[in-house]
């Protein structure tokens, strides 16, 4: 199947900085791709809808200016978390959408802690 | 909003014995899908269902869209040690196939 890879995996960053997470898909173009975020023990929730060429559709409570998305080419769409705070730990996920296959493709997921 | 129901919350179950977890949601859904979730990684698609009464295996593995486009369910046929994880179910919330809503997770838990 389709393959999409985050990097990084796990990050670990002071509160206050901001921290970029890639997410690439390797073997096919996507015009769209979706970021979630899934607290421990909790279910995905989706923040946004990454458009290449376009601006990002944030869901409802997602702060776009807090998290940037990019989709500046058909096979990388990037989060950043601007000034980060302890409460936006989380595991962080994207998906996308080959328009071809019937189903998503996830990446592996971004460990973010903020400390 | 729609609001995706799954239950049970968690399962403590015998290798061997057969699991079953279910979804129910507020609104009609026109896909339903169910994943497989590891710690510290994506979810893994299992099953994907597209037509309402829909019933489809994949191994030890069956779901099925219920009738009403509301609910479906997965289950686990003769569980085994790896079966371990925590498992979503999710609808898709427009003609991207990206763009999901979870349900809250079943925690499998399989012993010897």
């Known amino acids: 199947g389709a393959v999409v890879s985050q990097h990084p995996s796990r990050v670990i960053c002071k509160s206050g900085t901001s921290v970029k997470i890639e997410c690439r898909s390797l073997?096919?173009?996507?015009?769209?791709m979706f970021w979630y975020r899934q607290f421990p023990k909790q279910s995905l929730m989706l923040m946004a809808t990454?458009?290449?060429?376009?601006?990002?559709?944030?869901e409802q409570g997602v702060e776009k200016d807090k998290f940037l998305i990019n989709h500046a080419s058909l096979t990388l769409s990037t989060l950043t978390v601007t000034s980060a705070h302890p409460e936006d730990s989380s595991f962080y996920i994207c998906?996308?959408?080959?328009?071809?296959?019937?189903?998503?493709?996830f990446g592996q997921g971004t460990r973010l802690t903020v400390v | 909003g729609q609001q995706l129901n799954q239950s049970p919350q968690s399962m403590f179950i015998q290798e061997g014995e057969d699991v079953s977890m279910n979804c129910t949601s507020s609104?009609?859904?026109?896909?339903w899908l169910w994943y497989k979730q590891d710690p510290g990684e994506g979810p893994v698609l299992l099953i994907a269902?597209?037509?309402?009464?829909e019933l489809t295996s994949n191994g030890r593995l069956t779901a099925q869209f219920g009738i009403t486009r509301k609910d479906s369910f997965l289950n686990i046929s003769a569980s085994i040690p790896s079966d371990v994880g925590i498992y979503f179910c999710?609808?898709?919330?427009?003609?991207?196939?990206?763009?999901?809503?979870f349900g809250a997770g079943t925690q499998v838990v399989v012993t010897p």
């Open positions: 998906s996308a959408d080959t328009k071809v296959n019937t189903e998503a493709f």
């Open positions: 073997d096919f173009q996507a015009t769209t």
């Open positions: 990454s458009n290449e060429g376009s601006k990002a559709t944030y």
């Open positions: 609104s009609i859904f026109n896909t």
């Open positions: 269902l597209y037509k309402a009464g």
């Open positions: 999710a609808g898709q919330l427009s003609r991207s196939w990206g763009k999901l809503q």
